[in-house]
């Protein structure tokens, strides 16, 4: 059975049931998720609780399976948690798992809890996730991204009896604010509870742009490929910023230059494979381009002209050479100065397709 992280409190309602399975890759949502269940199961009588960090391949499955199947004198329900952050129990766990799984059924006194971090396609159609899942609840937990990070903050704020103001002064508070936290949910979560702290609720609880601006520390972390959705959503500001992030946190230039360059030679390849004849759709499939990246290449590619694909192949490879320490003429030293030349490139095309575009594919993603 699986359950969206919203249902919780409804599904607590209706009462405990005696396996729950975590899995994703915001440990900030996963905790408050379990500290919750914990806290239910609690009130419940369920005063006891072991807890088992599954590590290396000779981990030993029985003392989990021991623990399930017994309690102390002094209690009469328990909690077992058995934390797997690696995802992967190996053959052994994968048997005690299923063992644990069909075991939960109809067990009142023990309550399993696993905690696994984001899982891919094959992980999950796993003989052990299935009988997690058949047996037990499931609860995904997708990351916040950047666009739906304003609403999360607010919302928060809305918690703790704080807000910002209405209109276009609160929608700048808020941008500004998932700008210092993106990509850090557990930073962001502790820069809301700091403002609670300086702030404390008096009126309605609305905080100004200078209050947010001067309690609200930098502590934004970015990802590499995240960067390149950016630059493909044509948003050339938040993509210049995700680069000065990266290079603070001391990523790879080469790196970064890889994920810019791919993605250009990716559309290179596209849209030659559109030319002969290959239906969009399939072209992206053959090369391998899903999700989020595959929406933007459909906005993008029908009003980039070929002659805009060669200079920025050709933009591409010099850079290349800038990031393994070569010059090149009328481009910056600095490989990172040239980083940001080389996106602000592609995102100016990507943000602005030709007129002979279709209006459909003029329409991009906000930041």
Known sequence: MQLAPAQLSEHLKRGLRSLYTLHGDEP????????????????????????HTVSGAHFDWSEVLASGGSLSLFADKQIVEVRIPSGKPGKDGSVALQQLAERAQGDDSTLTLVMLPRLD????????????????????FEPIGRPMLPQWIAQ???????????????????????????????????EIQKLALLYPVTGDGVLGF?????????????????????????????????IDGLQSEGESEVLVHWALSEDIRSMKRVKD???????????????????AKEKLYERVLPGMSDAVLARLLDAAQKVDGIVKGLKQPDWPASGWQAL??????????????SRGSSPASRQGPQA
């Open 156 to 190: 928060r704020l809305q918690q703790q009896g704080q807000r910002v103001a209405n209109g276009e002064e609160g929608q700048r508070t808020l941008q500004f604010f998932a700008d210092r936290v993106e990509g850090n949910l557990l930073a962001a979560h502790q």
């Open 273 to 291: 494979a559109i030319r002969a004849g290959r239906p969009m759709p399939m072209a992206l499939r053959d090369n391998r381009v899903w999700g």
């Open 121 to 140: 396609g094959m992980t999950t159609k796993g003989a052990w996730f299935g009988a997690l899942d058949s047996f037990g609840v499931t609860v995904k």
């Open 28 to 51: 900030l949502l996963v905790q408050e998720f379990a500290d919750a269940l914990r806290a239910a199961a609690r009130s419940q009588g369920y005063t006891e609780r072991t807890v």
């Open 210 to 242: 200078d209050q947010v601006e001067n309690a609200v520390l930098n502590v934004a972390r970015y990802d590499v490929f995240k960067l390149s959705e950016a630059v493909l959503g044509g948003q050339a500001i938040r993509a210049a910023r995700m």
């Open 340 to 353: 940001h030349r080389l996106a602000g490139m592609v995102s100016e095309h990507c943000a602005a397709p």
